[in-house]
């Protein structure tokens, strides 16, 4: 595994001259390393942080903004469930291409179909308002966000040694989550009233083309631009293997379900908690946009907390206890601290934060997944990625399907009986031995070998 800490030459002192013509920006590399964050990819994560923000300004109002257009309510909602659909698929061959490809080339490509179709989307689809079109360029704009910034997050656990790995991962979902949902929705706050939802949208692009450039021009590291698999040759293969690791490594299998079930509570009590807050205990609308923001404030600095933590402490250790348990726990608060305390935003605040705190317990399984297949860090994370697009399916789905049977109690006490199964299944998840030996012969392995011949 190669070392980013140092994969160039030192900047040129401060003696004037301007840095040599093609290099980067100079960062500090001492401080990022105090930090945690990977010198060499350090634009990287400021990369990401502005493209999730500008891919998450339409978050909070785009279903509501098709609806107010003349789209149907459920043609909007199908709208979005296919969009979800290609997140979800994207997710998937973040990894499996970064195997074929290398990382950035994979960023690469996802930069491009999201800027191609969201002009499509604002010069043709939305000024017509053709619902098959929509559907058609909208979805399609959903590869765009997970191949650029899961790519990116295959490039960090690709390059970054392992004792510093679950700080690095940290930062990762701090810029990730920083900008979708968080800075995202604020920015859409603050220029709607001003200018509209339309050119809203527009600003949006402006915010990803930024984030895109600066990642792509201005790092360096060489781990991320070329293809990450021995088996890359052979696009098929390697595609294929980015499936069958699951079977030929049944723990990478378990780290995906893990991973499913780790944010499935957020995305179901989004579709829940905002009716239980206005119309059981008594919150506003703006009330709960106010609550929401404070749950994903204290996950985005959490993570970073965890990422950290995960490191001394352990990976394993950490996701169980603060992750899981500490979920299930505060799953329940979120529900029975507004029963009886009523609409008393204070005590709401306090038990969304530490749910928020909560999710970001399981920041270190980025950085765990990849260490039980070394030699094949790319499928690994293809199947992590996977979990992490199902996640946005399975919460919903279960609402749907208990929200009427149960209620909302039922649904927190499923939800928090998830996260202690995950608990559970975290236990299985050890690392191989091989990942925490960097200076291991080359690998051998194969992504078309059968299980086993390695």
Not at 106 to 118: D, K, P
Not at 195 to 224: D, H, Q
Not at 247 to 267: C, K, L, M, N
Not at 421 to 429: G, Y
Request: aromatic share 12%; glycine share 12%; proline share 8%.
């Amino acid at each position: 595994m190669s070392s980013p800490a140092h994969p160039r030459p030192a900047p040129v002192p401060a003696t004037g001259r301007p840095p040599a013509a093609g290099r980067p920006p100079a960062v500090s590399h001492a401080r990022c390393a105090r930090l945690g964050i990977p010198p060499a990819l350090a634009w990287g994560f400021l990369g990401v942080l502005l493209f999730m923000t500008g891919d998450g300004v339409e978050t909070g109002f785009f279903s509501k903004y098709l609806a107010d257009q003349g789209l149907a309510k459920p043609d909007a909602a199908a709208v979005i469930a296919v969009y979800g659909i290609t997140v979800a698929l994207g997710a998937w061959l973040s990894g499996a291409l970064s195997d074929l490809w290398g990382p950035r080339r994979v960023m690469s490509a996802g930069f491009a179909i999201w800027l191609v179709f969201q002009l499509l989307m604002l010069t043709v689809a939305l000024p017509t308002m053709n619902y098959p079109l929509l559907m058609l360029i909208y979805g399609l704009r959903g590869f765009g966000y997970p191949l650029f910034a899961y790519g990116f997050l295959v490039w960090v656990t690709a390059a970054t040694p392992p004792q510093r790995l679950g700080t690095a991962v940290g930062w990762y979902w701090f810029a990730f989550t920083g900008g979708l949902p968080t800075l995202g929705s604020l920015v859409a706050s603050a220029t709607i009233p001003v200018v509209g939802s339309y050119r809203t949208l527009w600003l949006a692009l402006g915010l990803v083309v930024l984030g895109g450039l600066l990642a792509l021009l201005l790092v360096r590291e060489p781990t991320g631009r070329s293809g990450l698999a021995p088996g890359r040759g052979r696009p098929l293969t390697t595609l294929a293997g980015s499936v069958s690791i699951m079977r030929r490594r049944p723990r990478v299998a378990i780290g995906a379900a893990v991973r499913v079930f780790s944010t499935g509570s957020q995305f179901g009590f989004l579709v829940c908690l905002p009716f239980f807050f206005t119309e059981t205990v008594g919150f506003s609308t703006s009330a709960w946009l106010r609550l929401l923001s404070v749950m994903f404030a204290a996950n985005i600095f959490a993570n970073l907390f965890f990422g950290a933590v995960g490191d001394r402490l352990g990976w394993q250790r950490t996701m169980t206890w603060f992750g899981a348990v500490a979920c299930a726990l505060t799953c329940l608060a979120l529900y029975y601290v507004p029963v009886v305390a009523g609409p008393h935003f204070a005590a709401a605040a306090v038990a969304a934060a530490l749910y928020g705190i909560a999710l970001a317990g399981y920041v270190p399984i980025s950085a765990l997944v990849p260490a039980l297949a070394p030699r094949h860090k790319g499928q690994a994370m293809s199947a992590l990625n996977l979990g992490a697009g199902a996640s946005t399916f399975a919460g919903p789905a279960i609402v749907a399907l208990a929200l009427g049977p149960v209620g909302v109690e039922g649904i927190v006490w499923i939800f928090a009986v998830l996260h202690l199964a995950t608990a559970v299944a975290i236990r299985f998840l050890e690392p191989d031995p091989e990942f925490l030996t960097p200076d291991a012969p080359p690998a051998v392995e194969d992504a078309g070998l059968p299980a086993g011949q390695h």
